[in-house]
């Protein structure tokens, strides 16, 4: 391959990558201009998740501090029995 076509074809690549990157780069937000909706949404799901998340983590915190503490639950593991896909007491 002659030395000019070598550095003719390393110039077009460049400029390909180079176009390639601005597109893609421009076109996520002419797209979310046009989907402004968007900006709305996702900002409030995400604070829904966020507030579920820390929820969840904070009963899971107390579930295992009452647990470690010996909850005084009436019904253990050991007295329960399942009768008819129901869960009753043992001799009961």
Same mark, same amino acid.
Request: aromatic content about 10%; charged content about 20%; hydrophobic content about 45%.
């Given at each position: 391959?002659?030395? &000019? =076509?070598? $550095?003719?074809? =390393?110039?077009? #690549? #460049? !400029?390909? /990558?180079?176009? /390639? !990157?601005? %597109?893609? %780069?421009?076109?996520? %937000?002419?797209? =979310?201009? &046009?989907?402004? $909706?968007i900006y709305a949404v996702v900002p409030q799901v995400a604070f829904m998740l966020l507030a579920v998340w820390g929820l969840a983590g904070e009963q899971r915190r107390r579930w295992e501090e009452r647990r470690a503490r010996g909850c005084g639950c009436r019904w253990r593991r050991s007295t329960l029995c399942t009768t008819a896909g129901s869960i009753s007491r043992c001799g009961t």
């Amino acid at each position: 391959m002659p030395e &000019e =076509l070598r $550095g003719s074809v =390393l110039i077009g #690549a #460049a !400029v390909a /990558a180079v176009a /390639a !990157v601005v %597109g893609f %780069g421009i076109w996520p %937000g002419a797209w =979310l201009n &046009e989907h402004w $909706g968007i900006y709305a949404v996702v900002p409030q799901v995400a604070f829904m998740l966020l507030a579920v998340w820390g929820l969840a983590g904070e009963q899971r915190r107390r579930w295992e501090e009452r647990r470690a503490r010996g909850c005084g639950c009436r019904w253990r593991r050991s007295t329960l029995c399942t009768t008819a896909g129901s869960i009753s007491r043992c001799g009961t």
